[in-house]
């Protein structure tokens, strides 16, 4: 069993460190957490905060290694990278109702997140929306891929959508982008499933063209993941359709949360 968050001294926890901003709007009467893809931090949900209704508040998160958290070590183990991020959503937590959605490998923390606040009897959440990832059927990582020449890995990245083309020719920029991006591909592919249900709803997403979708059927094993599936939505794009569809996405996501939230 997971330790409990609020036994955790407060300086492993606080929300600075975590979450964007480091406070949740006071006014805000629902709040919405925000896990971004692979190498990446808060950063990437800056629109965010203009496509939500009054009401909700939302908080981005920062894995360790990267963007504000650059100086920290970046994670190295799957479970350790969990089990930090549970207890840091256990101390950051209030008495408002809250939800939880992820893109890509954000999608798989806001599941196995949802999972252990469940497992240890913590709030849980309203609402988990989970984007360009599936528990089934979806690109995993070689747990060699950090073997791969570093060039091959930059077109790979590039031709997916996570960073721009002009960064490729880009040296400084490389190596502050690529070692978050190699981390969370190694983290990410030490993960196992083992099927496990969660009693929230939940909501998926994704973009029809998603080259890491190896399974045309692999959203549908989400049917099976919680016990109130509200069901999938597609969007024009790739991999990365979240960056265009944003507005869209935020809509039906923070329609639903309200509809559950009253």
């Known amino acids: ?16 460190r975590w979450f964007t901003p480091g406070q949740a709007p006071p006014d805000a009467r629902v709040r919405l957490f925000l896990l971004p ?32 958290r650059r100086t920290e070590p970046l994670p190295t183990d799957w479970e350790e990278l969990v089990d930090e991020l549970h ?23 806001a599941y196995r997140l949802a999972v252990a606040l469940e497992a240890d009897g913590h709030q849980p959440p309203e609402l988990v929306g989970v984007s360009g990832w599936a528990p089934r059927g979806f690109f995993r990582a070689p747990a060699d891929h ?22 490729r020719e880009d040296t400084d920029m490389l190596d502050l982008v690529l070692p978050p991006v ?15 249900s969660i009693g929230c709803p939940l909501v ?17 094993s989400w049917q099976t993941r919680s016990r109130h599936y509200l069901g999938h939505h597609e969007y024009p794009g790739g991999h990365f359709y979240v960056n265009e569809q944003a507005p869209a996405v935020a809509a039906d996501l923070t329609g639903e949360l309200l509809r559950l939230t009253g």
């Not at 998926?204 to 549908?220: F, K, V």
Request: a neutral charge.
């Open 37 to 68: 893809h692979a190498g990446s931090g808060a950063a990437v949900y800056r629109r965010w905060g203009r496509l939500l209704p009054a009401g909700i508040g939302a908080q981005a998160v920062t894995l360790p290694g990267r963007q504000n």
């Open 87 to 109: 207890r840091a959503m256990v101390a950051e937590l209030d008495d408002r109702p809250y939800a939880l959605f992820g893109h890509c490998l954000g999608a798989q923390l």
């Open 204 to 220: 998926s997403y994704g973009g029809r063209s998603d080259s890491l979708r190896e399974d045309p059927t692999a959203m549908d």
């Open 182 to 196: 190699i981390a969370d591909f190694r983290v990410a592919a030490q993960y196992q499933d083992d099927g496990a």
């Open 146 to 167: 950090h073997l791969i020449p570093r060039h091959e890995m930059v077109d790979w990245i590039v031709n997916l959508g996570a960073i721009p083309a002009e960064i």
């Open 1 to 16: 069993m997971r330790t409990n968050a609020r036994q955790v001294p407060a300086a492993t926890t606080t929300g600075p």
